[in-house]
């Protein structure tokens, strides 16, 4: 069956590092995967959107990797603030509808 | 900006009553969603709609109806409640690629 795994535990890293999310999946074959960052009590908010076709998307202080052999995207936050510090999910297409991850949440820590 | 807007933030209601869950979209989205989000099983698509009066059924459908009499709203219905149905539900409406979520209602059912 179709699976998606983020890390369900949280990552703690200290301001100014990388942080770097995994997002793993088995039996997709996704055109496109997305990632969001929810804060609690908030719904998610999409940032970045990267195609089956591109291998790396940047926007600001984000980088997505993206390595259909793998099966992995790879969600980096450089410079890490303690503002950062949310639930990130990564999200898969499936034709009309996408499915979630269960997230990963990061803690920045000044 | 893209603004979707759920009828109440929190809502408490007993077994066995029938419950209605309001989402409206000021975008003109053609496509809705609506998830429930839960602790270590994640945001899981109940139902979508891809046009008024259209609909499709997602992962968890059961115990769940939806109604879109007009493009703006999508309704989420709990024909009787029930204690499993306790849960954060969050819709959702799509432009091209990325969902735009609302705030969320996070439902007690006792």
């Known amino acids: 069956s179709q699976k998606i795994e983020q890390n369900s535990e949280a990552l703690n890293i200290q301001e100014g590092k990388t942080a770097t999310l995994t997002c793993n999946y088995t039996?997709?074959?996704?055109?496109?995967l997305q990632w969001y960052r929810q804060d609690p009590g908030r719904g998610p908010v999409f940032l970045l959107l990267i195609r089956e076709n591109e291998k790396e998307k940047r926007k600001e202080r984000l980088k997505v990797t993206f390595d259909t052999t793998l099966k992995q995207s790879l969600f980096h936050i450089t410079a890490s603030q303690p503002a950062d510090s949310a639930t990130y999910l990564c999200?898969?297409?499936?034709?009309?509808?996408?499915?979630f991850g269960g997230g990963t949440r990061l803690m920045v820590k000044p | 900006d893209v603004k979707v807007t759920q009828s109440s933030r929190y809502l408490v209601k007993r077994t066995g009553e029938k419950v209605f869950l309001e989402c409206v979209q000021d975008?003109?989205?053609?496509?809705m969603f609506w998830y429930r989000q839960d602790p270590g099983l994640g945001l899981r698509l109940i139902y979508f709609s891809y046009d008024v009066k259209m609909k499709e059924k997602g992962d968890i459908p059961e115990g769940y109806s939806v109604s879109r009499e007009k493009k703006e709203r999508f309704s989420l219905i709990l024909e009787s409640a029930s204690t499993n149905q306790t849960s954060m539900y969050l819709c959702?409406?799509?432009?091209?690629?990325?969902?735009?979520f609302g705030p969320g209602t996070r439902l007690t059912v006792t």
């Open positions: 039996n997709y074959s996704p055109a496109y």
């Open positions: 959702a409406s799509r432009s091209d690629y990325e969902q735009y």
């Open positions: 999200a898969l297409d499936r034709g009309n509808m996408l499915t």
């Open positions: 975008m003109d989205h053609e496509n």
